[in-house]
């Protein structure tokens, strides 16, 4: 068997207060990609978010596009296992020292193993982004990209949807997450990238007609499809010379004297037809969307009161110890078999069978069949489970009406 790990890709990036990251495309090829516009929504609290993320485990994928075996969630971070197994078939040469060439090519099949594993440390996660990769030869061509902080610098983390919707979905699960565990993040209000215009751009084609005798200015290189900056009609290239009537130096002045101190600007914009002036209003701040008070990791488990009148969780199933078939099955892992289902019990409707192993249970693993209660929830239960030789994942819950 052929192993390949696959690394998570780290893209590129430049980040200015109250811009956003470039990220450029993985192979260094030029290909579209484009930033959306997406005010979030908060989850009222770490379980539901957390259960959105699960329930859409196979609407996603990472970067290289491995399908998601197992996701762990907690405070110190979002964890996502890809893993794929296929065949590959290669020709191998065959000596027999006869005829000719002395030898033939032959094919040879072999078993290759894929796996993928993005880690987040949700606390270190700085701004977040909805991506769309229009070229991507791939089924999930929108994403959400995560700024995540690092040592010596910061990393990039992506994870892929075959929808914006899905997409959506997933950044703000992925955001009330991030809040809970402790991140400052900020929504952009602008939604466009600036940058200080240089001796080097004013030699360059794109600028070199603009008739700029200094570098005094700021470029805008990057642009969020719907943001604020694109609904007032700023447009990737142009160069802001004049702000509220206010001459711009640079971005960083830009940025520490400027921004913030108007509700809106009117920009004097320097473009090869000629010089245009775009009124461009923030994100109202009243629209920004509050997270919730009852958003936090510390208040993800029920008070000990509430738990006690809630009572142990019901599944309608029985466990025992497996034999010593099941364990070398289990390969030294821990778990429990099911020894029978309660009729019309929601193990049964999940579709778990007598016979089953447990391995985990919410990402924790199954000690024993005394070890369950302690790993179990109210509300969605998610299962590793051995069955026939086969790892699955069966999610257990109660019927909610709407």
Known sequence: MRFRQVRPFFLC???LTSSLF????????EAAVIEHWHVPTFFP?????EGAIRNMQDKFVGWEGLPLQRIEIDRSGFRAFGVLDY??????????????????????????????TTVVQLDKVRTMRLMQYPDLNKDYKWG???????????????????????????????LSLSVAAGSKLE??????????????????????????????????TWLIQDSP????GLQEGDVIVECNDIPIESADQFFRDILGKFPSYTFK?????????RFVELFPEEKVPKVPPTLSFASSSLPPAQAAAQGPVKLGLSLRLPNSDELQAMKGKPGAVISSLTPGGVAEAAKLKVGDILLECNGKPVLGPEGLGAVLVHGENVFTVLRAGMILQIKVAPEVSY
């Open 13 to 15: 990036f430049l980040l």
């Open 22 to 29: 470039v990220p450029l495309w993985p192979s260094g090829a």
């Open 45 to 49: 609290t770490v379980q539901e978010a």
């Open 87 to 116: 065949t590959s078939t290669r020709q191998q040469w065959v000596y027999t020292g006869l005829g000719l060439t002395g030898g033939y090519y032959q094919p040879v099949v072999e078993p290759v193993h894929e796996e993928e």
């Open 144 to 174: 959400v990209s995560m700024l995540v902080e690092a040592p010596g610098g910061f990393d990039i983390k992506t994870f892929r949807t075959p929808t914006r919707a899905y997409a959506e979905v997933l950044f703000n699960a992925l």
């Open 187 to 220: 929504m952009p209000r602008l939604g466009v990238k600036l940058e200080t215009l240089t001796e080097k751009d004013l030699k360059s084609k794109p600028f070199k007609d603009l008739g700029l005798k200094e570098p005094k200015g700021m470029k805008v």
């Open 229 to 232: 900056a694109a609904a007032g």
């Open 269 to 277: 914009i320097m473009r090869k037809d000629g010089t245009v002036s």
